[in-house]
């Protein structure tokens, strides 16, 4: 704990200094790293966009018969700029109710640095590896776990590597990924991934075909799509996954409608299949909920309610909570004039 708040006060005094300092631009256009954003922009801000991630709620269900209050995880998510072309981003885990680290570094989601131009972009460090499947893709807060699939919940997808991006056109990128993998338990083993991400008004891809070594000549072979279709209002995923391997074969269909009131509300609904490794069960899993965002200036608070099943971990579950996001940048810079962005 006496790390943390170390580690709390480093973070917040040189952003301090930072923001005393004054915003720095740079008149260079350069592209943002964040996929889908790929506009230009000819001023740089190198104070850090620092924030405090939280969720928690109440429980009720097959594991908390008589219901709970808890809290499921508490981020830390720092993201800036050291020149034009190079960009950071770091999120940690705090606290977490699903994980237990060994160490500093494995509660560290990912700790990476980019170098992007208008065409290509280099990342290295720690990073989520490249899996076609929108449910795969989300960040932690944002999923419900116990609606996910066994395999999301179980795969260890934060490891150390290098990865490029190139983007042949507007809202296409082709990608290539060398890691760790996570189904090498000698530190011997790579992961190694090709993708495809494209989008139209109509539907996002997210394809990609993956090699993971399990030791000596071991391999696990896997071909994952994700479609994202949009009908109006209505967002509908459907993930497709395979992996092929005697001991860690398998594959999962995901489907996952949902429908956006404006930019207050969203109803969302999940159905899931995967089959055990270890028997002929198939586990299901399935849900939904509804989220709200009660502020009209952005969605940093969020309330949603959601209702579970699933074979593979607690069965039914009803889970009422609250997600918000601090924004300590922001408030620093309120403290020393600075305009927000």
Same mark, same amino acid.
């Given at each position: 704990?006496? /790390? ?17 300092? &004054? ?7 350069? &592209? ?17 966009? =620092?924030?405090?991630?939280?969720? @928690? ?70 990073? +989520? ?36 991006? *190139? ?11 060398? +890691? ?13 991934? +090709? ?33 994202? #279709? ?5 967002? =509908?995923? %459907? ?10 074969? @398998? *594959?999962?269909? =995901? ?5 956006? #009131?404006?930019?207050? @509300?969203? %109803?969302? +609904?999940?159905? @899931?299949?995967?089959?055990?490794? #270890? ?10 909920? #509804?989220?709200?965002?009660?502020? /009209?200036?952005?969605?940093? =608070? ?30 620093? /810079? ?8």
């Amino acid at each position: 704990m006496k /790390k943390l708040f170390v580690f709390l006060g480093i973070v917040l005094s040189t952003v301090g200094s930072a923001v005393s300092a &004054q915003e720095v631009t740079s008149t260079v256009p350069m &592209q943002k790293s964040s996929w889908g954003d790929a506009e230009t922009s000819e001023d740089v801000c190198y104070i850090p966009d =620092i924030s405090l991630d939280m969720r @928690g709620g109440f429980r009720l269900g097959s594991e908390y018969e008589a219901g709970r209050f808890t809290g499921d995880d508490l981020n830390i998510d720092i993201n800036g700029y050291i020149s034009p072309n190079f960009s950071y981003s770091l999120n940690h885990r705090i606290a977490s109710s699903y994980y237990g680290e060994a160490s500093w570094f494995d509660a560290t989601n990912w700790l990476t640095l980019t170098y992007e131009t208008d065409n290509f972009s280099i990342t290295a460090g720690k990073d +989520a590896l490249l899996m076609g499947s929108f449910e795969y893709d989300a960040y932690d807060l944002d999923a419900y776990y116990e609606m996910n699939s066994p395999f999301y919940n179980d795969f260890d997808c934060w490891q150390w590597g290098i990865s490029g991006a *190139w983007y042949p056109a507007d809202d296409h990128e082709v990608l290539l990924q060398i +890691a760790n993998s996570p189904y090498s338990f000698d530190d011997r083993g790579y992961s190694f991934a +090709a993708g495809w991400r494209g989008a139209w008004d109509w539907y996002e891809s997210y394809w990609t075909t993956n090699l993971w070594m399990t030791g000596g000549d071991g391999l696990v072979k896997g071909v994952n799509l994700g479609n994202r #279709f949009y009908l109006g209002n209505f967002t =509908i995923d %459907l993930d497709l996954m395979g992996r092929f391997n005697e001991i860690y074969g @398998g *594959w999962d269909i =995901i489907l996952s409608p949902s429908y956006q #009131f404006g930019e207050w @509300g969203r %109803l969302f +609904a999940k159905a @899931g299949a995967e089959p055990s490794g #270890f028997s002929d069960d198939l586990y299901i899993f399935l849900g939904g909920g #509804f989220e709200y965002f009660p502020l /009209k200036e952005n969605k940093n =608070i969020r309330l949603h309610a959601a209702y579970t099943y699933n074979e593979y971990t607690v069965g039914h579950l009803l889970n009422i909570g609250l997600t918000w996001k601090m924004n300590l940048t922001n408030g620093i /810079k309120k403290l020393f004039g600075v305009a927000e962005d």
